[in-house]
């Protein structure tokens, strides 16, 4: 699970946690059932207080994207992989990164946005 904050972004941490959370639920790179890392480490991992991804954890618990049992973790709900949308964002990367796979550059990737762009 990779999870980058953004110390630029105007939306506190725990807000950018919450939402790479669920991109990363939008685009199935979390199934339904992973667990999510402990609080405690991914706070250790991301250099935030623990508080901070206790927060987006509880947050994300309410809206339904998780479920916390307690010692037995915190996992992805089936309803959240269903529910859950890409943002535009989440959606480019995915084809950037798509487009890397099968050995485009960036000039090329950029030459197919454009193309792509006109017709819409």
């Given amino acids: 699970m990779e999870i980058r904050l953004d110390p630029n972004d105007k939306a506190p941490p725990y807000e950018q946690i919450k939402a790479s959370i669920i991109e990363l639920i939008a685009i199935q790179s979390l199934p339904s059932g992973f667990r999510l890392p402990p609080i405690r480490q ?23 994207f998780v479920r916390s049992r307690g010692r037995r973790g915190t996992t992805v709900t089936e309803m959240a992989v269903g529910s859950a949308r890409p943002t535009p964002s989440a959606t480019i990367e995915q084809a950037i990164k798509d487009a890397r796979r099968q050995g485009l550059d960036g000039p090329a990737i950029l030459a197919l946005v454009s193309r792509s762009l006109a017709r819409y």
């Fill in 42 to 64: 991914l706070a250790g991992d991301l250099g935030v207080a623990p508080n901070t991804v206790a927060r987006a954890y509880r947050e994300l618990e309410s809206e339904g």
